[in-house]
């Protein structure tokens, strides 16, 4: 068995991988543990640190991720859960975690996939609960042509100030066996994600997403960074997403509306277990990105049940169909007619309270029902 290796990393020697905000901000300011648990995440104290994309990067940077000037244990391989309650900490992890006991706790690590393009950086087996994964780097992949890696994939957990980079979607989440979700996403930045064509699945390439909710009852996502954007130096096209004249993705052919550098959405609404997609609460975020920031088309809240409540999130300007947007990032779906996309794009079957999402500049985000 090869030895570990002890490596110390500075936390501010570890940059976003390909995000607009700038240069990493100066030596010292990475917040600590107790700096960060200081921050009330159910509140807008997160959402209110930046007035534009670029000043939330910064303070993301200093927000989410590892925790500075500790001692990571390098291990060889994924891990597997022994016990309930066991800590997982402090570790570069070449590989993946298998969570299949309750109570477990992932701190401080930085997970960075398997050498084969298979399976979740974090995954939890439906019969387990109450995960926590803490102040992690999850991803950029080890294998830059990975179509299968998203950054965590499962229920029953909560994701707090994790910074997640380079996997196909940042997170996966369904319901249990019983048809509960019970997801909680806070304070966390997810961007740069890594698209491949074709993939097993799709004959036009993956189609990332920042966080994709499957189906079950009760996702919280408060206080977050969602970016919407392509890492142009992993996956096969070059960060590339193309649009077709229908409004779907096609595979690396340059058409009407020509090339963008944006992922499907920054949160898709699939409903892909039998279980209803209710009581969720989006609140407090930034978006950033995501051909439909906002997509939940086509989908129909079951009788007597709510979707949830989308509120008071602010949304850059390069999602807005009728903002300044150029070939890198730009909305290249028509406004009204055939294939038509507003930056909130949710059925009309659903039933959900979306109210003060902003802009930027405060004017109102576009809502396509």
């Not at 179509?147 to 229920?155: A, L, N, P, Y």
């Not at 730009?330 to 309270?353: C, D, E, F, R, V």
Request: hydrophobic letters at 30%; aromatic letters at 6%; glycine letters at 14%.
């Amino acid at each position: 068995m090869t030895a570990p290796e002890f490596r110390m990393f500075v936390r501010d020697d570890i940059t976003s991988g390909g995000g607009t905000g700038g240069t990493p901000p100066p030596s010292g300011t990475v917040l600590t543990k107790a700096q960060r648990d200081a921050i009330d995440l159910s509140t807008n104290t997160v959402k209110n640190q930046g007035s534009t994309v670029a000043q939330m990067q910064d303070f993301m940077r200093t927000f989410t991720g590892l925790l500075p000037g500790i001692t990571l244990t390098q291990q060889a391989s994924g891990i597997s859960t022994t016990s309930s309650g066991q800590i997982i900490e402090n570790l570069e992890i070449l590989g993946g975690i298998s969570v299949g006991h309750a109570n477990v706790i992932i701190r401080n690590c930085w997970i960075r996939g398997s050498s084969t393009n298979a399976g979740a950086f974090i995954s939890n087996t439906n019969s387990t609960r109450n995960l926590l994964v803490e102040d992690c780097l999850i991803g950029p992949p080890r294998d830059p042509l990975s179509f299968s890696m998203d950054g965590i994939r499962t229920c029953g957990f909560t994701a707090r100030r994790c910074h997640l980079q380079g996997s196909t979607d940042g997170l996966g989440v369904f319901s249990d066996s019983t048809g509960n979700l019970t997801v909680m996403i806070e304070g966390c930045w997810v961007e740069n994600m890594t698209k491949v064509c074709p993939d097993n699945g799709h004959t036009d390439g993956t189609h990332n997403d920042g966080i994709q909710w499957q189906g079950g009852s009760g996702l919280t996502v408060r206080g977050c960074l969602i970016q919407g954007r392509i890492n142009p130096t992993t996956g096969n096209t070059g960060g590339i997403q193309t649009i077709n004249n229908n409004g779907a993705p096609a595979c690396l052919t340059r058409t009407t509306w020509g090339t963008c550098k944006q992922t499907n959405a920054c949160i898709q609404l699939n409903n892909n277990v039998a279980d209803a997609m209710q009581n969720g609460l989006i609140t407090n975020n930034w978006f950033d990105g995501g051909m439909n920031t906002i997509n939940g088309s086509g989908l129909t809240s079951p009788a007597g049940t709510t979707w949830g409540s989308f509120t008071n999130n602010i949304f850059t300007k390069r999602n807005s169909p009728t903002g300044t947007n150029t070939g890198n990032i730009g909305q290249y779906l028509p406004t009204t007619g055939s294939g038509s996309i507003k930056p909130i794009n949710i059925s009309a079957g659903l039933t959900a309270t979306i109210t003060g999402n902003v802009y930027e500049d405060g004017t109102a985000v576009e809502i396509g029902r």
